[in-house]
């Protein structure tokens, strides 16, 4: 039988209607920026443009990483960009990452500016600057970059694809939901073998691997992404949650995590850092008011 209000698609797709769903509004088929605004900057070397979701989370932990090893090259100032108020569609964002995707990275340390966009070439520019947190050794450095990368093309089917059509889509597609989430499940288990044989993802160090993976992955396995804890059965992935706790508790983790976060209780919110006492209680409430 032939579902009679089933989707033909058209010789030729046109953008004649809103899609729906949460963030439909900024969804548009072209690039390129839709007004002007320059980016602002403040006086440490690296400036970065971004906000607190997973992929923006990566770019911070590993900045105050850098820091807590003493790297006084990776003082930064972070940026937030509302992108659900398209603020990522303002010309000097859009010159900073011409996908108009958070987060960017402008470092102002040589004689020339640095752009730099995508979490993960951010993760490595930032390790191979300072030489901080991406092996050396050829088969571990190998082994590092391949989990970087596994992330890179993972992490949609999670977000964009079983995140959507879960949370975000305008109505429920069973076919759409079963077929993401088989694929994050499989994905957790792929993590889940791996982390009983290693202490963590690139084996028994710390890396930019562990930083691009635990915002997702780790979130995942604690029942904060989507709501979807439960119908994912996430608490299955034993060493995951043991990776995602271990990983938790460090401290750089802990005010990255906050760095550009506009949602949750207000504490551990810091929608902009400018310097490091701005995770002072006092400095920090100050901030709230601003925002």
């Known amino acids: 039988m032939t579902d009679s209000n089933a989707y033909i698609p058209p010789k030729v797709w046109a953008w004649n209607k809103a899609n729906g769903g949460r963030f439909a509004n900024i969804n548009r088929p072209v690039a390129g920026a839709t007004h002007d605004k320059e980016l602002p900057r403040g006086k440490h070397p690296m400036q970065l443009h971004s906000l607190?979701?997973?992929?923006?989370?990566?770019?911070?932990v590993m900045l105050e990483e850098l820091l807590a090893l003493g790297h006084s090259g990776a003082e930064y100032d972070a940026w937030?960009?509302?992108?659900?108020e398209g603020a990522q569609f303002g010309s000097g964002f859009v010159a900073a990452n011409p996908n108009s995707k958070i987060p960017a990275l402008i470092d102002y340390s040589g004689e020339k500016p640095v752009r730099v966009f995508e979490s993960g070439a951010i993760l490595l520019y930032l390790a191979e600057k300072f030489g901080c947190f991406v092996p050396t050794e050829p088969a571990l450095r190998a082994e590092c970059m391949s989990w970087l990368f596994w992330q890179m093309g993972s992490a949609p089917f999670l977000g964009g694809g079983f995140g959507h059509f879960y949370a975000y889509a305008p109505f429920k597609i069973e076919y759409a939901i079963d077929r993401f989430a088989m694929?994050?499940?499989r994905q957790m288990d792929v993590l889940n073998r791996r982390l009983a044989e290693s202490r963590f993802i690139a084996g028994d160090d710390y890396t930019i691997a562990?930083?691009?993976?635990w915002p997702w992955y780790?979130?995942?396995?604690k029942g904060q992404l989507y709501e979807a804890g439960e119908f994912l059965q996430v608490q299955e992935y034993t060493h995951v949650i043991r990776w995602a706790d271990e990983i938790a508790k460090r401290p750089a983790v802990r005010r990255g995590r906050m760095v550009n976060r506009v949602m949750g209780p207000l504490e551990n919110q810091l929608h902009e850092r400018h310097d490091a006492s701005?995770?002072?209680t006092q400095t920090q409430d100050k901030l709230q008011g601003k925002a």
């Open 218 to 221: 780790g979130g995942m396995s």
């Open 183 to 185: 694929e994050v499940k």
């Open 210 to 213: 562990d930083m691009a993976i």
């Open 52 to 60: 607190g979701t997973p992929n923006g989370i990566k770019v911070t």
């Open 80 to 84: 937030l960009v509302r992108i659900n």
């Open 278 to 280: 701005d995770f002072d």
